[in-house]
C-alpha cells in the first residue's frame, strides 16, 4: 500500500493526501475524513525517503564517536540524541575505533542515506584534515565536532579549552602550597596535547625551571595510572601534586601511590579530568575538572539544528571546564 493507492481509495489526489499527512494547508473536511479513513484502513505508515522528497530533508542525523562506551562520549551522545528525537529526528549512532578506514566506510553510507546533519565526537577527528578525500564525501553535509576543528567549508565546532584548564589546576595546587607538580600524559589526542600544553605553560608563568621534564607519559586506564605512580617514584623527582588528563587514570596513579605508602592527600594531590561517575567512586573522591560533557552535547545539538534549518549561527563556541575540588587535594 502507497501513497497512490491512498489517493485512489479516497478518490482524491496524492497531493492532497500528502497535505492530510503533513497537516498542511487547506483541505475540504469530507475529503480529509476519506483519506484519514484510508490511512486508518490500511494502516498506512508514509516512506521516511518518499517524505524527505517533498520536504527537501530526511529529519535524520548520525554521531560518530570513538567508543560509545566511553562515559564521557555517553553522555554527550544521550544529550544530542535526546534533544534530535524530540525534533523528530532519526538518530543513528556509530563507533569508529578511532580509524579512519572505518571513518570513511561510515561517512559512505551516510551520504547515500542523504542525512542531514553529522556530528563528530572526539578530538582525534581533527586528522580528518589530512584526509580531503573523505570530507569530499559530505561536502554538503554539515558536521559539528565536538572539542575539534576541522579548516573545511561545512564543518563547525564547539571546543572546550582544555589549555586554561590544566593552567587552573596548576595555579589551584601551586596556591594551596603545593610546590612539586608533575603531570601523566596519557593520551595522544588533540585534548590530550592541549592539556599537556597547560601544564607546561601553567609552570612556566610561575618560573618553574624544566617543566618538561616533569611530563610522564603513561598508558590510559587504571594499569597506566598505576604504573605511571612507579616510574615517577623510581624517576627521584620530588612531588607533591599529580596532575592527570583523565579521572580514570587518576585513579589509577592514587592507587598506585597508596599501594607504595604515601597518603592522600597529606603527602601527594591528585587531580584528574571529565568529573566522571568514577571520581565520585573512589577513595578518596577525585578533584577533577568539569568539562560539561551535557552542556557540550546540547550546544552541539543546537549548533547543527540551526544550521540544518539555516537560522544562521556561530562557526565555533567554546565551553570553560569548572574545577570541582573534593577529597584528593
Same mark, same amino acid.
Given at each position: ?7 485512489a481509495e479516497?478518490?482524491t ?5 500528502s497535505?492530510v ?6 483541505v475540504n ?8 479513513e #484510508? ?14 522528497m ?7 542525523? #548520525?554521531?560518530?564517536t570513538i567508543?560509545?562506551r566511553?562515559?564521557?562520549y #555517553? ?9 534530535f528525537?524530540n525534533?523528530?529526528y532519526n538518530v543513528?549512532v556509530?563507533n569508529?575505533?578511532g ?7 561510515y561517512?559512505?553510507i551516510?551520504?547515500?542515506k542523504?542525512i542531514d546533519?553529522?556530528?563528530?565526537i572526539g578530538?582525534?577527528?581533527n586528522n580528518?584534515?589530512h584526509?580531503?578525500?573523505?570530507i ?5 553535509i554539515?558536521?559539528?565536532?565536538a ?5 573545511s ?7 572546550v ?8 589546576v ?16 596519557d593520551l595522544e589526542?588533540?585534548s590530550?596535547q592541549?592539556k599537556?600544553r ?7 608563568l610561575r618560573?618553574?625551571?624544566?617543566p618538561e621534564s616533569?611530563v ?5 586506564g587504571l594499569?597506566g595510572?598505576?604504573?605511571a605512580?612507579?616510574?615517577?617514584i623510581?624517576s627521584?623527582?620530588p612531588f607533591d601534586?599529580v596532575v592527570?588528563g583523565?579521572d580514570t ?5 592514587m592507587?598506585g ?13 591528585v587531580?584528574?579530568?571529565n ?5 565520585r567512586?573512589?577513595?578518596p573522591?577525585l ?5 560539561k560533557?551535557?552542556l557540550l ?7 547543527l539544528?540551526?544550521t540544518?534549518e539555516k ?13 570541582v575540588v573534593?577529597?584528593?587535594?
Amino acid at each position: 500500500m502507497n501513497i497512490y493507492d491512498i489517493a485512489a481509495e479516497a478518490n482524491t489526489s496524492i497531493s492532497t493526501v500528502s497535505r492530510v499527512l503533513n497537516n498542511k494547508g487547506n483541505v475540504n473536511p469530507q475529503i480529509r475524513k476519506r483519506v484519514e479513513e #484510508a490511512l486508518k484502513k490500511y494502516d498506512y505508515k508514509p516512506s521516511a525517503i518518499a517524505r524527505g522528497m517533498v520536504s527537501k530533508t530526511m529529519k535524520s542525523i #548520525a554521531i560518530l564517536t570513538i567508543d560509545v562506551r566511553v562515559t564521557h562520549y #555517553a553522555r554527550m551522545i544521550y544529550v544530542i540524541e535526546q534533544e534530535f528525537s524530540n525534533q523528530g529526528y532519526n538518530v543513528t549512532v556509530c563507533n569508529t575505533g578511532g580509524s579512519i578506514g572505518e571513518c570513511d566506510r561510515y561517512f559512505k553510507i551516510l551520504a547515500e542515506k542523504q542525512i542531514d546533519g553529522l556530528v563528530l565526537i572526539g578530538s582525534i577527528f581533527n586528522n580528518l584534515i589530512h584526509y580531503p578525500q573523505i570530507i569530499a564525501q559530505i561536502k554538503e553535509i554539515p558536521v559539528v565536532l565536538a572539542n575539534g576543528h576541522v579548516d573545511s567549508p561545512n564543518f563547525y565546532s564547539v571546543l572546550v579549552d582544555d589549555t586554561k584548564a590544566i593552567r587552573t589546576v596548576v595555579d589551584y595546587l601551586l596556591d594551596g602550597g603545593r610546590k612539586n607538580l608533575v603531570y601523566v600524559f596519557d593520551l595522544e589526542n588533540d585534548s590530550a596535547q592541549a592539556k599537556r600544553r597547560g601544564f607546561v605553560e601553567g609552570l612556566k608563568l610561575r618560573d618553574i625551571p624544566q617543566p618538561e621534564s616533569r611530563v610522564f607519559t603513561a598508558a590510559y586506564g587504571l594499569e597506566g595510572g598505576m604504573q605511571a605512580a612507579e616510574e615517577i617514584i623510581r624517576s627521584g623527582i620530588p612531588f607533591d601534586g599529580v596532575v592527570c588528563g583523565e579521572d580514570t587514570t587518576a585513579i589509577g596513579v592514587m592507587k598506585g601511590l597508596k599501594k607504595q605508602g604515601y597518603r592522600i592527600p597529606e603527602d601527594v594531590a591528585v587531580t584528574g579530568c571529565n568529573n566522571s561517575p568514577e571520581a565520585r567512586i573512589c577513595e578518596p573522591e577525585l578533584t577533577t575538572l568539569d568539562n560539561k560533557p551535557e552542556l557540550l552535547g546540547g550546544m552541539c545539538a543546537q549548533l547543527l539544528r540551526d544550521t540544518i534549518e539555516k537560522k544562521g549561527s556561530a562557526v565555533s563556541v567554546a565551553i570553560q571546564p569548572e574545577l570541582v575540588v573534593r577529597q584528593s587535594t
